[in-house]
């Protein structure tokens, strides 16, 4: 069975940076993309970061420049670092993970940004 696990959320304040981390576990895994979303309250999940299998990665126009997601393959890990935070960055990070047909998310971790 797969699981995605996150670790690295917490409280913040504005300006500052955090470092998220999602480690995928089961059997022999070849993960095709790995990512974040994030929900904030009251709205809709959404796309943060996402590295595909190929090297190439897209981001949310709203962390370029700001958020770098990188990738470990071999061990089947991906990490979010998150610089200059902003209040409206606040919200729950969920790790995403496809393999094959399969979506997998991680039980997500709570970033607080305070002004």
């Known amino acids: 069975q797969v699981q995605l696990v996150e670790s690295g959320g917490g409280l913040v304040q504005a300006g500052g940076s955090l470092r998220l981390s999602c480690a995928g576990s089961?059997?022999?895994?070849?993960?095709?993309?790995m990512g974040w979303y994030r929900q904030a309250p009251g709205k809709q999940r959404e796309l943060v970061a996402i590295?595909?299998?190929?090297?190439?990665?897209n981001y949310a126009d709203s962390v370029k420049g700001r958020f770098t997601i990188s990738r470990d393959n071999a061990k089947n890990t991906v990490h979010l670092q998150m610089s200059s935070l902003k209040p409206e960055d606040t919200a729950v990070y969920y790790c995403?993970?496809?393999?094959?047909?399969?979506?997998?998310w991680g039980q997500g971790t709570q970033v607080t940004v305070s002004s």
């Open positions: 089961g059997s022999i895994l070849h993960f095709n993309r």
């Open positions: 995403y993970a496809t393999l094959g047909p399969s979506d997998y």
């Open positions: 590295s595909i299998s190929r090297g190439s990665t």
